[in-house]
């Protein structure tokens, strides 16, 4: 899904407050379709641990496990690329622990990336899997 979206890149802004706007940007996008929100920013412990971003739940209880990624434009491959096989592994490995401490029987789930690409949001379900 691919829709216009205000403008997450404020001049002067540091990069966290950058960030922090794009994953509201996609909080509020993910929240107009549908999914509710189960934790934001749920990160494991220890050094080299991972981060996911969004942990949103679809009215059919999936949990979906999102990355959020924000480029100035779509040059280079734009934000959905950025997700490499090194990040969608810490992704993984960080569901993994979510699950372990937050449900006795696994639901279904998936791995989600909304790419903010200038001025457009694109919300890229199943983008990759845990395999």
């Known amino acids: 899904m691919r829709m216009a979206l205000w403008n997450w890149k404020r001049a002067g802004a540091t990069t966290r407050a950058q960030g922090q706007t794009a994953e509201d940007a996609a909080l509020a996008h993910l929240q107009a379709?549908?999914?509710?929100?189960?934790?934001?920013?749920?990160?494991?412990?220890?050094?080299?641990g991972g981060e996911i971003d969004l942990v949103m739940r679809e009215p059919d209880g999936t949990l979906v496990f999102v990355e959020v990624r924000a480029r100035a434009s779509a040059a280079h491959?734009?934000?959905?690329?950025?997700?490499?096989?090194?990040?969608?592994?810490?992704?993984?490995?960080?569901?993994?622990?979510?699950?372990?401490?937050?449900?006795?029987?696994?639901?279904?789930?998936?791995?989600?990336v909304v790419a903010l690409d200038g001025a457009h949001i694109t919300w890229l379900?199943?983008?990759f899997d845990a395999g």
Do not use: E, M
């Open 33 to 48: 379709a549908g999914l509710a929100l189960a934790a934001r920013n749920y990160r494991t412990p220890g050094r080299g």
């Open 77 to 112: 491959g734009g934000a959905a690329a950025s997700v490499g096989a090194s990040k969608q592994r810490r992704i993984v490995l960080a569901a993994q622990h979510y699950l372990l401490r937050h449900h006795a029987a696994p639901p279904p789930c998936r791995f989600d």
């Open 125 to 127: 379900r199943a983008a």
